[in-house]
C-alpha cells in the first residue's frame, strides 16, 4: 500500500490535464476579450464613418430643420450689406425622429440623410449615394441630431444666405456585443464617438437650383 502511494505522489501521468483545466479557462477568457475589443473597434470605426458622411450630405443638402427656425440664422443685429458677420453664436437643431430633450423633429429631408438616395437602409443601392444606415445598419433616426451654427462665417445680405456650419452627431447607440451581452447581461456600453462638423455650402446649383439661377452672381448657361 505504501508503496503504491508513492508512486502515485511521483507519477505525472495526469500533470498535463490539469494544467490544461487551469490554463483553459485562462485562454478562453484572453480569445473571448479580443474577439470583443475587435468587433467593439470595427463598430467604432464603422459608426464613425456613418458620421462623416452624414455630415457630408448635411452639408450638401437642403436644411432638414424647420424653415423658420433657419432663417432666423440670417437674422442679423445690425450691419449694412457686404459688413462682416458679428454678433452671438446663433444654433438650431433637430432630431431625425421624434421631438425630445427640447430638440424639434427635422423635416422630411433627413431621410436623405439616413437612408442616402435611394431611401433604402443597406440595400445593394450600386451607384446611388450611400447614406448613414447604408455604412451602419443600427444607426436609426432617433439617434441622429443635425445642428446648423451660424458662427462668423461669410457676410451680412450673402445672396445664398448665411454660412452655416453643420454638425451631425449620435445619441444613445450601444456597442452590440458578442459574448457581454448573452454572458454578463452588458449591454449598455455607449459608442464613444465624436461629432462631425463641416462648413454648409450653397444648395443653389445648375443641376437642383433652389432659386431663380439668374439671381446669383455666376448664372447657370441657359440651355
Do not use: K
Not at 468587433?39 to 432638414?64: K, L, M
Not at 451654427?149 to 450673402?158: A, H, K, V, W
Request: hydrophobic share 45%; glycine share 12%; proline share 5%.
Amino acid at each position: 500500500m505504501v508503496t503504491r502511494l508513492a508512486r502515485l505522489r511521483r507519477g505525472e501521468s495526469g500533470a498535463t490535464l490539469v494544467e490544461g483545466l487551469i490554463v483553459f479557462p485562462l485562454m478562453l477568457t484572453v480569445i473571448i476579450a479580443f474577439v470583443e475589443f475587435g468587433y467593439a473597434i470595427f463598430q467604432w470605426e464603422q459608426t464613425g464613418r456613418a458620421i462623416a458622411i452624414g455630415a457630408r450630405i448635411a452639408a450638401v443638402s437642403d436644411p432638414v430643420v424647420d424653415a423658420a427656425d433657419f432663417q432666423t440664422l440670417g437674422g442679423y443685429a445690425a450691419g449694412l450689406p457686404g459688413d462682416p458677420v458679428g454678433g452671438a453664436v446663433a444654433r438650431v437643431s433637430c432630431v431625425g425622429d421624434g421631438a425630445t430633450a427640447g430638440l424639434d423633429e427635422c423635416t422630411a429631408d433627413f431621410n436623405r440623410i439616413l437612408f442616402g438616395s435611394d431611401g433604402v437602409c443597406r440595400t445593394s443601392y450600386g451607384g446611388a449615394l450611400a447614406g448613414m444606415c447604408d455604412v451602419n445598419g443600427r444607426i436609426q433616426a432617433s439617434n441622429v441630431i443635425v445642428t446648423y451654427t451660424r458662427n462668423g462665417l461669410g457676410y451680412i445680405g450673402r445672396d445664398a444666405g448665411p454660412v452655416v456650419n453643420v454638425t451631425v452627431q449620435l445619441r444613445d447607440l450601444n456597442f452590440n456585443t458578442f459574448f457581454l451581452g448573452p454572458l454578463f447581461g452588458i449591454t449598455t456600453i455607449p459608442i464613444p464617438l465624436s461629432p462631425v462638423t463641416v462648413t454648409g455650402e450653397d444648395l443653389a446649383t445648375c443641376n437642383n437650383p433652389s432659386r431663380d439661377a439668374t439671381a446669383f452672381s455666376n448664372p447657370c448657361p441657359t440651355l
